[in-house]
């Protein structure tokens, strides 16, 4: 018998984002909506320090858990945000992005045929990352209740075995914009605790929130509400909050026992994020503010213009994200939201990313960054009126 991918492997899906995304490179002058990203580049201020991190020799091997020196940094940052104190030494480490944080965060608390509950839709990394790890990953699609996405507490429950180990959530979330409030998070601890589960909290978005009156408070986090003991993990990276999507620098927070595990196992995937991107993310966090709250002040004025256009639209259904930098709409008579956009892209050039790929519950809706340009934004939002009219 010829040898063969690994099943682990070959169970991981072809991403349809990605899939869309790459029909899109090779057709000229596509107004690019798929990606979770900013088109404004990384801040001067950022590639400056990264510069001089070079120049005075950061370019060698660091700890497996990261720079001393940014994990420190990082609970400075958790006891200005959120009142939280956290042992840089123990509870915080430094990976190779928010993605890589997950991968090593769910290797650490699954055994090959383990089972993890996904809130859905969702970013599919999560999922994908459960099958690598040999697992099986059971969705649960949050519920539209009026204007609002909630959690389904009974489809929870149902979807336990005994075989469950974690929970998998995402708030602020991708791609729905829906933040856990306090009661949430408290119902999903609780939920967690009674059934002796792991509890995966993806906060990447956390500073993309727009349920503040001050823009750059902080969502709330799981860690306001968990104790040293809890089996809590908390996913994050510095991707969206500071531009730094190529950088490729994210950590983690969890119990002492899971944060020296997941620094052993960074040594066997990447060994370590590269040492000078990590200063630059720690002056990222020292010097960040001032050029945060200007990039949040844009895209809190590109969120409300796109909400406003997409609600015009008949048939479209939008509800109001609370964080994130996404809109998900719902289109009426869409059943195949992946030919639906391709169709769109092909015959307008404009790249809107298919539900579908979100996993259960996002089928019949599209996720639109509102991050780009607000010219992009404009063009892009006419040619999806025009094309909706044409149908």
């Not at 956009?341 to 298919?354: K, N």
């Amino acid at each position: 018998m010829p040898a063969r991918v690994a099943a682990s492997a070959e169970s991981v899906p072809y991403s349809r984002i990605r899939e869309l995304a790459e029909r899109a490179m090779r057709l000229p002058g596509v107004l690019k909506l798929y990606f979770g990203e900013s088109n404004v580049p990384t801040p001067d201020y950022i590639k400056q320090a990264a510069w001089e991190a070079l120049q005075q020799g950061y370019t060698y091997y660091t700890e497996n858990a990261g720079l001393p020196s940014l994990r420190a940094a990082l609970a400075r940052h958790y006891r200005r945000l959120h009142g939280v104190e956290l042992d840089p030494e123990r509870e915080i480490v430094i990976t190779a992005s928010g993605v890589q944080a997950l991968n090593v965060a769910i290797r650490a608390v699954l055994d090959p045929g383990d089972e993890a509950i996904v809130l859905t839709p969702a970013w599919p990394n999560g999922a994908a990352n459960v099958r690598l790890a040999n697992g099986r990953p059971r969705e649960v699609p949050h519920v539209l209740c009026g204007a609002r996405y909630e959690v389904d507490f009974d489809a929870l429950q149902a979807a336990l075995t005994p075989r469950t180990r974690l929970l998998i959530y995402t708030s602020p979330s991708n791609p729905l914009g829906w933040v856990a409030t306090v009661e949430d998070q408290a119902r999903l601890l609780e939920f967690a605790r009674e059934h002796e589960l792991w509890l995966l909290a993806d906060e990447v978005y956390e500073r993309l929130y727009w349920r503040t009156d001050t823009l750059g408070d902080p969502a709330p986090s799981i860690l306001r509400l968990a104790n040293r003991d809890d089996a809590v993990i908390v996913v994050q990276s510095f991707s969206k909050s500071y531009s730094m999507t190529g950088w490729r620098v994210g950590w983690l927070v969890a119990r002492a026992d899971l944060a020296r595990k997941a620094a052993q196992l960074n040594e066997f995937i990447v060994s370590h994020a590269p040492s000078f991107a990590q200063k630059a993310a720690e002056t990222a966090l020292e010097r960040g503010e001032d050029e945060l709250r200007a990039m949040l002040i844009r895209l809190k004025e590109n969120r409300d213009f796109a909400l406003s256009a997409l609600r015009s639209m008949p048939g479209v259904r939008t509800p109001e994200p609370e964080g994130a930098f996404y809109l998900f709409p719902r289109i009426e008579g869409v059943e195949d939201s992946f030919g639906f956009c391709l169709r769109l892209l092909e015959e307008t050039r404009v790249g809107l990313a298919p539900g579908v790929a979100f996993g259960a519950g996002g089928e019949g809706s599209v996720r639109l960054c509102f991050a780009a340009d607000r010219g992009i934004l404009e063009e892009a939002l006419g040619r999806l009126e025009r094309f909706l009219q044409r149908r």
